[in-house]
């Protein structure tokens, strides 16, 4: 199991509209889970669960790509598409 996180703020003006958008893609995307940051409000994390590398790449390109249903967004970030960070983790193993 991988995991993808999607990290970034959302201007305090633009919170109810994104909290309504995050909604409508939790519905849509069954592996995201989306958490704000009890220390810094208006910084969110996005989790996706992948299967595989191959998977978490798709779902790195899908959260990046300027035609995604996800690039309106970007307008609700302070400094725009260029300030969501996703990165890609995969489990830890003891070396062999």
Request: proline share 4%; aromatic share 12%; glycine share 4%.
């Amino acid at each position: 199991m991988y995991i993808c996180f999607a990290e970034y703020r959302i201007k305090t003006e633009c919170k109810i509209e994104y909290l309504h958008y995050i909604e409508q893609m939790k519905t849509a995307n069954a592996a995201l889970r989306v958490y704000e940051g009890t220390d810094q409000p208006d910084l969110f994390v996005e989790v996706w669960q992948a299967e595989s590398a191959e998977e978490a790449e798709q779902i790195k390109k899908e959260r990046l790509n300027e035609r995604s249903s996800w690039a309106q967004m970007a307008d609700w970030v302070p400094g725009g598409a260029a300030k969501v960070h996703v990165w890609t983790f995969k489990p830890v193993a003891a070396p062999q």
